[in-house]
């Protein structure tokens, strides 16, 4: 568990292109993500929200710049693998869910891959799915949830190892407007009761007024509104 206002995510002057550096998505970011905090990056497709998630997370790598995330450099493979295992938390737009795999087998994935013993990872799987309102669906596969079930069971996916920052790349943007707000509300309520920061990616406007603070993403550089 993270201490209050402990910085949680720090980048300084990150920078990455593609196609051979003709295409620069991020100018020199900087920013700063605190415990307990839901901080917005506010922009339209294509500015580079969904490329800055990526390069915190590990996905991608920065052509410039540096980056700590949760103590931790996701430019190293080795650091890679703990943040993914133990610190951080993914939310995708599509869930990126297993459609053949049940929820509560879609839920456990992250624990199997640390070895979390059977009974443990089972209490766990019930909790996070009382919290997020779907226990009467564990047994379900995929393919048979609404959308607003299967973000539910992301987030749970998400949580399932504790981790201390949550990124979350348009989790609303698949969603209906009512479900929508559903699902950011509880990632709201998971920041402040868990103390977890996360950073949300988002196109809309409303959702970005009721962060913590929010960041305008706009031709790959960061302002703070």
Same mark, same amino acid.
């Not at 988002?202 to 959702?207: G, I, L």
């Given at each position: ?47 580079? $929200? ?29 650091? #890679? ?42 209490? =766990? ?25 299967r973000q539910r069971t992301a987030i749970c996916r998400a949580l ?17 407007? $009512? ?26 406007? #409303? ?10 993403? =706009? ?7």
């Amino acid at each position: 568990m993270s201490d209050r206002g402990e910085i949680i995510v720090r980048a300084k002057q990150v920078t990455k292109s593609y196609d051979d550096g003709r295409i620069t998505v991020l100018h020199g970011v900087s920013l700063e993500v605190r415990a307990g905090e839901v901080v917005g990056l506010w922009g339209a497709s294509g500015s580079g $929200k969904s490329t800055l998630l990526h390069l915190l997370g590990g996905l991608d790598l920065p052509d410039a710049g540096t980056m700590e995330v949760c103590g931790l450099d996701p430019t190293r493979e080795v650091d #890679r693998i703990e943040l993914r295992r133990h610190q951080l938390g993914y939310i995708f737009q599509m869930h990126n869910l297993i459609p053949d795999l049940t929820v509560e087998e879609n839920v456990r994935v992250p624990a199997l891959a640390i070895g979390t013993p059977r009974a443990e990872t089972a209490k =766990r799987v019930r909790e996070l799915a009382d919290k997020v309102d779907i226990r009467h669906r564990l047994h379900h596969r995929i393919q048979d949830l609404s959308g607003g079930e299967r973000q539910r069971t992301a987030i749970c996916r998400a949580l399932m190892n504790g981790p201390r920052l949550l990124l979350a790349d348009e989790p609303t943007g698949s969603l209906d407007e $009512k479900t929508g707000n559903t699902v950011f509300a509880l990632l709201k309520e998971m920041a402040e009761q868990n103390n977890i920061a996360i950073l949300l990616a988002t196109h809309e406007r #409303r959702f970005a007024e009721q962060c913590s603070r929010v960041l305008r993403v =706009r031709d790959g550089q960061l302002s703070e509104i």
